[in-house]
């Protein structure tokens, strides 16, 4: 057990639709990372939020998007969804500080496991 | 961005024997993880070693960031230590790259 919780656990949505995936953190971390694995790859960096503000982003599109709450839970929100869009996703929590932003030791949730048809 | 390489891609052990796995990264790093992902898709931490080694019962990693590569060993494998294995360097301040990882199978 990490202390970071996904939600849901699995979720099935058609073409076209958005979701809303959400983390809750470990306690005393300030710091959410959110990736996406593929099958048969490894986690791809999506975006990080750090003290609700997002702090770095790989190479998605817009349609990515996400917030982070002041108790330091986030969302993932998906517009648009393609079917390249199936995937498990991994948020991570990690500690912080200034000028150095979480890439100290992440620990990962369970995941949600998002199916697009 | 960091390029990381991941061998062996695939290994099948018997129960007992040991292995090393081999992560060779692109670019210096300050910042570098091993996970173990079992096959329900947990990703659990191993080992946070920017360089260095440790060690934590049966696992041990060392890495030598000056060569940009990092080892992991894995001495007297079970059937638990099933599953893929990522190497995760750190690039600039806020994220990792994970390699394709090395899926392990240890037989009984």
């Known amino acids: 057990e990490t202390g970071v919780t996904q939600s849901p656990t699995h979720l099935i949505k058609t073409r076209g639709q958005q979701v809303t995936l959400r983390c809750s953190s470990q306690?005393?971390?300030?710091?959410v990372s959110w990736y996406q694995q593929a099958l048969g790859q490894g986690p791809q960096f999506i975006f990080q939020?750090?003290?609700?503000?997002?702090?770095g982003r790989g190479n998605f599109p817009p349609r990515f998007s996400g917030l982070q709450f002041p108790n330091y839970s986030s969302e993932l929100n998906v517009n648009a969804l393609e079917l390249d869009d199936s995937a498990l996703y991994l948020c991570?929590?990690?500690?912080?500080?200034?000028?150095?932003?979480?890439?100290?030791?992440?620990?990962f949730g369970p995941g949600t496991r998002l199916t697009v048809l | 961005g960091i390029q990381v390489e991941q061998s062996p891609p695939d290994l099948i052990l018997q129960e007992g024997a040991n292995s090393t796995l081999r992560c060779n990264f692109s670019d210096s790093v300050n910042n570098l993880q091993w996970f173990h992902q079992n096959p329900w898709g947990q990703l659990i931490n191993l080992f946070y070693i920017p360089s260095g080694t440790k060690q934590n019962g049966r696992l041990s990693a060392t890495t030598v960031a000056t060569e940009r590569y990092s080892l992991l060993y894995i001495s007297s494998s079970q059937t638990t230590d099933s599953g893929v294995y990522f190497c995760a360097p750190g690039e600039g301040t806020y994220k990792y790259i994970f390699g394709t990882g090395t899926r392990l199978k240890v037989l009984a």
């Open positions: 991570a929590s990690s500690r912080g500080t200034s000028g150095r932003f979480g890439t100290d030791t992440q620990y």
């Open positions: 306690s005393g971390h300030n710091t």
């Open positions: 939020y750090y003290r609700e503000e997002e702090n």
